[in-house]
């Protein structure tokens, strides 16, 4: 019965702890930007902290920062992003802006990570009594790890993917690598940065 109550409790404990989670979507036209510099007339704003749970994790681990940008161009000419206008830290040291499609595989959650729930199919769940010598016997055996273990991976699984999903989604929306900036005009990217601390950044225009 001891042997039992510890591996409920340890399946309890994985469970709570190792979940894939869903991705709450940022939408960078409804940030609150708070991080602002204006250089020859083209304004940066800016936020870190974007992602949280296992995406935040990756961030982390990665040494990858994302990053939501709002460029408005108030100059008398077209700048183009990546090329006309640059980020650079606060000391005027260069950033290298990773491509989106890095940073997504970079940060994405990975379902067949949850496979190992698999692990817990071949669980039983054994009910005992006390015979008439005294002694405890199982009488009743339930195969829970049939449903416990498959459910698991396959629930797990479906939220990874499907977390995934929204965020490849809106990292391609808001892919404003190499995009036009017209006079006048604001825009609005996510962007993947190599950080391991909320450097503060700088709009380079030439």
Do not use: H, R
């Not at 606060?90 to 989106?100: A, K, T």
């Not at 010598?133 to 459910?151: A, C, K, R, W, Y």
């Not at 993917?161 to 036009?180: H, P, R």
């Amino acid at each position: 019965m001891k042997i039992i109550k510890i591996t409920l409790l340890f399946i309890a404990i994985a469970t709570l702890t190792n979940c894939a989670s869903g991705y709450k979507m940022i939408e960078p036209e409804s940030i609150d930007y708070i991080s602002t510099n204006e250089t020859n007339y083209v304004k940066l704003e800016y936020k870190y902290d974007l992602l949280d749970k296992k995406y935040a994790k990756k961030e982390l681990k990665k040494g990858v920062k994302l990053v939501a940008i709002k460029i408005t161009n108030n100059s008398d000419t077209d700048v183009m992003f990546g090329k006309d206008a640059t980020l650079t830290y606060e000391n005027g040291s260069e950033i290298y802006v990773l491509e989106n499609e890095k940073v997504f595989k970079t940060l994405k959650q990975s379902p067949a990570s949850y496979l190992w729930y698999l692990l817990l199919t071949p669980l039983n769940f054994y009910t005992t009594e006390t015979n008439s010598n005294g002694f405890q016997e199982n009488t009743s055996s339930t195969p829970i790890g049939l449903v416990l273990g498959p459910g698991l991976a396959g629930g797990n699984m479906i939220v990874a993917g499907s977390a995934n999903k929204k965020f490849k989604t809106e990292m391609l929306e808001y892919n404003i690598n190499g995009t036009v900036i017209k006079k006048g005009e604001t825009k609005f990217g996510l962007i993947g940065i190599k950080a391991d601390s909320f450097e503060s950044l700088k709009l380079k225009v030439e």
